[in-house]
């Protein structure tokens, strides 16, 4: 399928990355609420997240999230404690400019973009160049 001229195969990698990004900040939000609010173990999210995996919600990122739930990790004294980003998430956050620029709803990535921007310790205005 030709998708167009120059640079055309990055934007579409971009715009299959901000539907990940998306897939991803709905599973911590899942994640959030059934911790927080149900009070689940790490292994009883396992449990959902496997149990999701055999449904309709089945998907690489749900596998590997019921994967992660049910490691120990010794150095935490337990199950894993917590999940810690990789670098900077400017995939994410050019997914959502060029949304913005095309008056696309993306309230999944802006919401990602936003705890991943938090979340990554570093200075949001380093970002700013991205909006010129």
């Given at each position: 399928?030709?998708?167009?001229?120059?640079?055309?195969?990055?934007?579409?990698?971009?715009?299959?990355?901000?539907?990940?990004?998306?897939?991803?900040?709905?599973?911590?939000?899942?994640?959030?609420?059934?911790?927080t609010v149900g009070g689940l173990s790490n292994e009883e999210?396992?449990s959902v997240f496997s149990a999701w995996n055999k449904s309709?919600?089945?998907?690489?990122?749900?596998?590997?999230?019921?994967?992660?739930?049910?490691?120990?990790?010794?150095?935490?004294s337990g199950s894993r404690g917590q999940l810690l980003g990789?670098?900077?998430?400017?995939?994410?956050?050019?997914?959502?400019?060029?949304?913005?620029?095309?008056?696309?709803?993306?309230?999944?990535?802006?919401?990602?973009?936003?705890?991943?921007?938090?979340?990554?310790?570093?200075?949001?205005?380093?970002?700013?160049?991205?909006?010129?």
């Amino acid at each position: 399928m030709y998708i167009g001229d120059g640079g055309s195969g990055n934007y579409v990698k971009m715009v299959h990355n901000g539907i990940e990004y998306g897939d991803m900040q709905l599973i911590s939000e899942a994640y959030d609420i059934l911790k927080t609010v149900g009070g689940l173990s790490n292994e009883e999210l396992a449990s959902v997240f496997s149990a999701w995996n055999k449904s309709e919600l089945a998907s690489f990122l749900v596998e590997i999230t019921a994967i992660i739930m049910a490691k120990k990790d010794e150095q935490v004294s337990g199950s894993r404690g917590q999940l810690l980003g990789q670098g900077r998430h400017s995939t994410s956050l050019h997914s959502h400019i060029s949304g913005i620029a095309l008056l696309v709803t993306l309230l999944l990535l802006c919401s990602h973009s936003h705890q991943a921007l938090h979340h990554s310790h570093c200075d949001p205005r380093s970002y700013l160049p991205y909006l010129a």
